[in-house]
């Protein structure tokens, strides 16, 4: 019995290192198609620089990647949940106690995360570009149609979005198996011919290097930082596999074969520097170019597919902790929660991708623009950790500072290497990260003054049941469910029903939806039920902020307990709010007010957010000055 429990744990281990192949590595995996090239850019071709580069190749992936991220970060996972949405999570518990800095802990990691948008739009435009490119090497004659061949690939990957990947996800892993191992052998088939290149294992190569030339080093090191790009997938990802799936996958597979390509490069452009242009392709012989263009392509296509799933999830988890507006969110899987859609960011993602694809014409133009967005963004991930192993391990403060000194100093260097690329293109997910942390922020300090408001205006729940019990009103047939986001607070829609129609419901149920800083809230712990008399309940759904509210579903739990409450004659009252702007109540300068008011409008409503039967729900309008 104990062989087979441990031979089916293998098993699902081996199952999930497969998967995690294609959804985890996929961005880091085709990085050999643009990276050394890029470095290349930068030098002479000759034996010292060539060793340079992939010394510091070789290391960026040992300390980023292996150290860094899958032995240190990912011990910080959140109920099994990673990315730096999560790690915030973590840390939020234990803010406002005595802990230093922890106040601006949240805001630094929400640009952390708005950085991230920037990257999901580089990404596919890269990533595919690049792949394509693959076609200039057979035939001079087919340039032309690169950019539109990359638009179309594009096209059909963002249509094909709306009905999830849960019918082709089987396949990414073993893909993106085959592209490992063939990269893997056309390097290895490289430096077996010169096998000089692996002296570059030593760190000493870098070192010199980077000693001799330090102006041309640094411009290296910021080609170099593509090799790691993808890194935060790992992080992030981990809800998805585990930590130990991920971790097999990379030492036995993914950093294996991406050293051997590396070097393979390395090892051809040192025999023959004519091939600097197209180092990649240039492993495969002629018989082998068109195959290799459309693995590929195809491995590109779902590195792709794991950014633009991560930029929904992102976008969930951000609207559940209340950090961005309700968007329109659809599950396109029975079986994986995280399999979601998002119309809106599938829309902008599209748009921005197939823009800077037309807008930069090549791979090695797009490579100006990124890194930058996702250096800044594990600079973020290391201040937050340190926090995490200071307070929350509570590790030694020696080691504590080693560690974060040491991280520090090597996401500094990438972080200023890569701002040598602002001026190239590296304003644009600056850009738009800072246009979505701004967002972000505008719609929590808005958030924050209408609740203010409406709490500022309404009573609390037990002085209005004594003054409903002194002077009582008429109570109708049926249940009136009234959502609330404070549940001490007289709702601002019962408020305002009453006063202009003077009657209740038999049973009325004062309903709160609190989103936890967990990942998931299990059924048990759902719902949690107050009676505060006169027929009068409480209800608090918790969710955490990997799932989606299903207010009608989480009432059937209600029903099993509370025998008279009838689901088919449930009639649920909202509040929706006109915000109105003004200078003359302190909060937020009047045009961001105004701002807050749009985004506010265009947000989805909370019938369609909360799964609301539509015909059953009565909306009472609001206007509020903030």
Known sequence: MGLTTAGNERSKIASLSLAALGIVYGDIGTSPLYAFRQALTSVTVEDGAILGILSMIVWALVIVVSLKYLLLVMRADNKGEGGILALLALLHPWRGTETPGKSRLIVVGLFGAALLYGDGMITPAISVLSAVEGVETITSGITPYVVPVTVVILLLLFMVQSRGTASVGGLFGPVTLVWFVVIGLLGLAQIVQNPVVLKALSPSY??????????????????????????????????????????????ICVFPCLILNYFGQGALVLGDPAHAAHPFYSLAPGWFRIPLVILATAATVIASQAVISGAFSLTRQAVQLGQFPRVHIKQTSAEETGQIYVPAVNVILALATIGLVISFRSSDNLAGAYGIAVSTTMVITTFLTYYVMEYRWKWDRWLVVAITVGLTVIDGMFLAANSLKIFNGGWFPLGVGGVIFFLISTWAGGRKLLNARLIEDNGRMRDFLTELKAKPVVRVPGTAVFLTASAPRVPPSLKHQLKHIPVLHERVILLTVCIEEVPRVGAQDRLKIEDLGQNFLRMTLHYGFMQSPNVPVALRLASETERELDL??????????????????????LWREKLFGFLSRNSLGATTFYNLPPERVVELGIQVQI
């Open 568 to 589: 088919e004659r449930v009639t649920y009252f909202l509040g929706r709010e006109t915000i109105i702007a003004s200078d003359k109540v302190p909060g937020m300068a």
């Open 206 to 251: 870098a070192i010199v290097f980077a000693a001799s030339t330090p102006a041309t080093a640094m411009e290296v090191l910021g080609a170099v930082f593509l090799v790691v790009t993808g890194s935060e997938a790992l992080y992030a990802d981990m809800g998805h596999f585990g930590r130990t799936p991920i971790r097999l996958a990379w030492f």
